[in-house]
């Protein structure tokens, strides 16, 4: 069974801090995504990664960037946490086949204060 | 760009009855999943359906694709407290793109 895990569950961060969200796979997945979960907005994608060393945006970047270094690790970088990125972060990972599901791991709720 | 809505964003059901909710794409779809997050937890995949006009069944649960593959809907029957979460329909379009839904939070009276 695919694992996706998350750093950590809960994250309380400064305004102006830089803050990592790690992420990590089992299931030797090419693809690794970051997305943000706010009530009534629904799941917005941040980044995705296709491939080691590969990042493209996706609908809402700003203020966000990725590194992707090894293939089982996706990590979300805050360059410098604004109270305005308080929101629950999931990861989640697919296979390379096309339309293949994700699996998300359990997701770090992020307060910035 | 592709939006995917759903509706009701809220669905109130008493348990023991059915209900539907739908997902209505603006753009034709390469497929469609359909993915529940309980409660506190993670969205979790349930299905994915391709071909035009599909329905699919699981237990007490039915998914249809549209004709057209722009709409798609979840029955569940004899709603139970189990059913309980959010539900998220998710297109897929070109180049292996995937588009979440708002989500259906659905609510069960015991």
């Known amino acids: 069974d695919v694992k996706v895990t998350q750093s950590s569950r809960y994250l309380v961060k400064r305004t102006g801090e830089k803050v990592f969200l790690e992420c990590v796979q089992d299931?030797?997945?090419?693809?690794m995504f970051w997305y943000r979960q706010d009530p009534g907005l629904g799941l917005r994608l941040i980044y995705f990664?296709?491939?080691?060393?590969?990042?493209e945006k996706g609908d809402i970047p700003e203020g966000y960037s990725v590194s992707r270094e090894k293939k089982e690790r996706f990590s979300l970088i805050l360059e410098s946490a604004s109270t305005n990125q308080t929101s629950m972060y999931l990861c989640?990972?697919?296979?390379?086949?096309?339309?293949?599901?994700?699996?998300f791991g359990n997701g770090t709720r992020l307060t910035v204060t | 760009g592709q939006q995917v809505m759903q509706i009701p964003q809220y669905q109130h059901v008493q348990e023991g009855e059915d209900f539907t909710t739908y997902c209505n794409s603006s753009?034709?779809?390469?497929?469609i999943q359909w993915y529940k997050q309980r409660p506190g937890g993670h969205p979790v995949f349930l299905i994915q359906?391709?071909?035009?006009?599909e329905v699919k069944k699981q237990k007490r649960l039915t998914f249809q694709f549209g004709e057209a593959k722009k709409n798609s809907s979840l029955h569940i029957t004899a709603t139970q407290t189990t059913d309980v979460g959010t539900y998220f329909c998710?297109?897929?379009?070109?180049?292996?793109?995937?588009?979440f839904g708002g989500g259906t939070r659905v609510l069960v009276k015991p």
């Open positions: 989640a990972s697919s296979s390379d086949r096309v339309w293949s599901p994700l699996h």
């Open positions: 359906l391709v071909k035009s006009g």
């Open positions: 998710v297109g897929g379009a070109a180049g292996n793109k995937l588009t």
């Open positions: 299931m030797d997945h090419e693809n």
């Open positions: 753009t034709t779809l390469s497929n």
């Open positions: 990664s296709y491939d080691v060393k590969m990042k």
